[in-house]
């Protein structure tokens, strides 16, 4: 599967910003549990969401709980991640990645077979 994430961008403090993946291939993307991650400069790639290929089980890390929102749309094969609240410490690349093993949220990056290139966003106080 290919993965394609867009929707990164600027936005000040408070801001909002919605991420966009947009899966194509020969396995139906929707076959896949999907997540986002992110990777700040000088520190380790972490998860942010997470999404079962049903879209009935979301995980996400603490930090972004109540602020950032996963979901799916198998029609257009796509996952979004809305991000509300911003704060400069959401800045990094964002990446979606896909796996199709089991089912579930997947927290560790190792557990992801499929990345996309990274958006960017940049949150400024």
């Known amino acids: 599967v290919q993965l394609q994430a867009s929707g990164g961008g600027s936005v000040q403090t408070g801001g909002s910003l919605r991420l966009t993946c947009e899966g194509s291939g020969d396995t139906p993307p929707t076959s896949y549990n999907m997540g986002w991650f992110r990777q700040a400069p000088g520190k380790e790639r972490e998860f942010v969401a997470g999404i079962s290929w049903s879209g009935v089980r979301t995980e996400y890390r603490d930090s972004v709980k109540g602020r950032f929102t996963i979901s799916r749309d198998g029609a257009k094969n796509t996952v979004y991640l809305q991000m509300n609240s911003l704060k400069p410490e959401d800045t990094a690349v964002y990446y979606c990645?896909?796996?199709?093993?089991?089912?579930?949220?997947?927290?560790?990056?190792?557990?992801?077979?499929?990345w996309g290139k990274g958006t960017q966003v940049t949150v400024s106080s």
């Open positions: 990645a896909a796996t199709s093993a089991g089912y579930g949220c997947y927290e560790d990056s190792y557990d992801m077979d499929y």
